[in-house]
């Protein structure tokens, strides 16, 4: 998606909704209207759920309908912040393979939990959060993780992690960058580290990070991050320190 710039009949339509707990309820429109207002929401973080008829957001959305109000604009947040979920499936792979088992595990870009939760149902004696969107920070908070609310690219962790597992941002090398700092924080020797990265290997800054480690790739399948609205390609990345 991208960022939408309000129409006055979607405005309208959100003047007109009804905030309750963490849902917005929509008074009834038409389809094509609803399809835009809809995007609007989804921008802001929220999501359809049909058995409440309503579209459910991480904590209270009025301070987000407040804000698309009052400037016209619905920001994308998900590109905002790079955020693509990880899949369950594939959260619990790369818990797996990174043996985490009486481990306390760093996950450098947590967003909802989705690695986190499978690194803790694979074993792992903690897991310690940094998540940049506040609101997933403060959702992994209530799940009961320790979380730094921070970009990670400025955080350095002052003791060493034995276990990392990742799904960082991938623009402009993001991901890269990400990984480098990731491996400043990775306990040596005896650490391990599973990232997921954009599938462009050949890119230079690959080869220099990677240097004095040993890993092993794998080509993701086609459609792996589908169902988080994408079909870029990915790699998965296994690091021994």
Known sequence: MANQTLTPEIAAVLERAVIS????????IDRALYLKVDKALQNAGGKWNTRARAHLFEGDPQAKLAQILGTGVAIDEKKAFQALYTPP???????????????????PSAGRG??????LEAGARAVECVEINPESAAGLSRKGYKVSTADFLQCLPPNPFHRIV?????TRNQDLLHLAHALRCLTRPGGQLVA?????????QFAET?????????Q?????????GTDVKTVLLTVEA
């Open 196 to 204: 997921i990265l954009l599938g462009n290997i050949e890119r230079p």
């Open 21 to 28: 707990g963490n849902q917005i309820t929509l008074p009834p």
């Open 89 to 107: 499936a594939l959260a619990a792979r790369m818990a797996a393979l990174a043996q985490e088992k009486d481990h306390v595990v760093l996950e």
């Open 210 to 218: 990677m240097t004095g480690f040993r890993y092993t790739l794998e």
């Open 166 to 170: 990742m799904n960082p941002p991938f």
């Open 220 to 228: 993701m399948p086609a459609g792996a991050f589908r169902e988080s």
């Open 114 to 119: 989705a690695l986190a939760d499978a690194c």
